[in-house]
């Protein structure tokens, strides 16, 4: 059962008190390179999803468990911060409230899918090979699908809830009896459309030509 709640007026919160409930938060990854309106944007909606949070915790249940993907061990907050990741200050603050971060991440099954991942990436000219390397990425990414299920499955006690970061698109089929909230704070929406116009603007880009007497003098 899926819900969009960020504020719960209608239907009733109570329907929800029991069972296990998951907050799902779409991760958002901080620009690489210096945007000031984006990275702006990008503070604003983690701000927006820890008052999203906050909302959902006074109506429903205190968070007891973390889930975020990309945390293969027990690095814990540091890997988030290393990763530049803005999630970490949310994560940091629940579990000072006494929830568990909690391990979901298989680091073989992680970094089998990753490098598949940046070998799709390179930009390879045989389809047959093309082929063979996106049918072992869609298998790694299955295998890793289901152990993200099958880890929330295990940890994730009766009437308890969670809170999952992680990134939209993936394919995890979470089990029938957990209730999954979608946090959507309302600047995922322009965040979402910069991103876009940023990569049309960086294809749309033309290759910039050497001058003629620069590249005579460089082949001398």
């Known amino acids: 059962m899926?819900?969009?709640?960020g504020k719960m007026e209608k239907p009733e919160a109570s329907q929800f008190k029991n069972g296990r409930k998951l907050f799902f938060v779409p991760l958002i990854f901080k620009p690489m390179e210096e945007d000031t309106s984006l990275s702006e944007l990008t503070?604003?909606?983690w701000s927006e999803v820890e008052s999203q949070l906050a909302n959902l915790e006074s109506k429903l249940s205190d968070i007891k468990k973390i889930y975020h993907e990309l945390l293969p061990g027990e690095e814990g907050i540091k890997?988030?911060?290393?990763?530049?990741?803005g999630s970490h200050r949310i994560v940091?603050?629940?579990m000072g409230k006494g929830a568990a971060l909690t391990q979901?991440?298989?680091a073989d099954i992680m970094d089998e899918f990753t490098d598949w991942g940046r070998c799709?990436?390179?930009?390879l000219q045989s389809p047959i090979v093309f082929g063979k390397v996106y049918e072992a990425y869609q298998e790694s990414g299955?295998?890793?699908d289901e152990y993200i299920a099958k880890r929330i499955d295990e940890t994730l006690q009766a009437d308890e809830s969670a809170v999952l970061f992680m990134r939209e698109g993936h394919r995890v089929q979470f089990p029938a009896d957990i209730q999954v909230f979608y946090v959507v704070p309302p600047s995922l929406?322009?965040?979402?459309?910069?991103l876009r116009e940023r990569q049309e603007t960086h294809h749309a880009e033309p290759e910039k030509e050497e001058p003629a007497d620069k590249a005579q003098t460089d082949s001398q």
Do not use: H, W
């Open 2 to 5: 899926s819900e969009t709640l």
């Open 43 to 45: 503070a604003k909606y």
């Open 79 to 85: 890997r988030l911060k290393d990763l530049g990741i």
């Open 92 to 94: 940091e603050a629940l």
């Open 104 to 106: 979901i991440e298989d």
């Open 120 to 123: 799709l990436s390179v930009g």
């Open 142 to 144: 299955k295998k890793r």
């Open 189 to 194: 929406d322009a965040i979402q459309r910069a």
